[in-house]
């Protein structure tokens, strides 16, 4: 027992922010609640042109219970620690707000798994990441928020033809790697517009105001994303595999109720 506890410690101080298959074997973590309901405990925020932990606009706040994200500012709130192989289950509404140049388009945010790097790295607000995209009509999109290598890349199964540019995911298609754009949501509207409140056929997400579960599923490289509990998406094949994960502040009032994740 005493020899588990020296390799645990070492590999702390060796990489003091990944969460490990050790500390996993040990039956330290399970169940982890990334959102405490008071406060951003586990987080810090990043704001383009302000920079770490300075938000004096109240960009990220608390409010009865939930985090509010105003989207006034781009940016994001990002976790101190790093994570693999989980289930992650975000629930979220839509506020009214919108600001700047998308004040009258749909009501975008996002969630950037596996990020890594310097904060701010993309357009000055975000890390190097794999994002799961929120956005009205196409939350479960994938896009490589990446650096333009294979660092950064996603592998879907899609369909035949693109849809105004961009893969669409088909669970019965042929995979494609991409290393940056994105690959749409199954049920992604071909004639989606990016404007405020916009619906499309197929939409899963409920419309804006009702509560959604977001759940990304990685193990090992592969990530699956189901939208109030429905397969939206499937990347076989992800790089990189770990990291920190972010919220997004991208024009639009969010609010979240609950951030939790399952370790596997």
């Known amino acids: 027992m005493r020899k588990v506890f020296v390799l645990l410690f070492i590999y702390a101080m060796v990489n003091p922010f990944t ?43 608390v409010q009865q219970g939930m985090i509010r994200i105003s989207g006034e500012e781009w940016g994001c709130i990002a976790t101190v620690r790093e ?6 289950s975000v629930k979220f509404r839509w506020g009214e707000k919108t600001w700047g140049s998308r004040v009258d388009k749909a009501r975008d945010s996002g969630i950037l798994l596996h990020s890594q790097g310097v904060d701010g790295a993309v357009s000055g607000a975000w890390m190097y990441s794999i994002e799961c995209q929120v956005i009205e009509g196409g939350t479960g999109d994938f896009i490589v928020v990446g650096d333009g290598s294979d660092s950064f890349s996603v592998t879907c199964p899609v369909e035949a033809g693109k849809q105004n540019g961009s893969y669409v995911y088909n669970a019965g298609g042929n995979p494609v790697t991409i290393l940056e754009g994105r690959v749409n949501w199954f049920g992604r509207d071909p004639g989606w517009k990016d404007a405020k409140g916009f619906r499309g056929a197929k939409d899963v997400e409920k419309p804006a105001g009702k509560w959604n579960t977001l759940e990304c599923i990685v193990k090992g490289s592969e990530i699956k994303v189901f939208l109030n509990g429905t397969l939206v998406n499937h990347a076989i094949r992800v790089q990189p595999v770990s990291g920190k994960i972010q919220i997004q502040s991208e024009g639009a009032e969010i609010f979240i109720r609950s951030a939790d994740l399952l370790i596997y």
């Open 19 to 61: 969460l490990s298959s050790q500390e996993r074997a040990g039956g330290k973590v399970g169940h982890i609640s990334l959102f405490n309901g008071r406060n951003l405990d586990g987080w810090y925020t990043y704001l383009q042109g302000q920079g770490r932990n300075h938000d004096p606009k109240g960009v990220f706040t």
């Open 83 to 88: 994570y693999d192989n989980y289930r992650l």
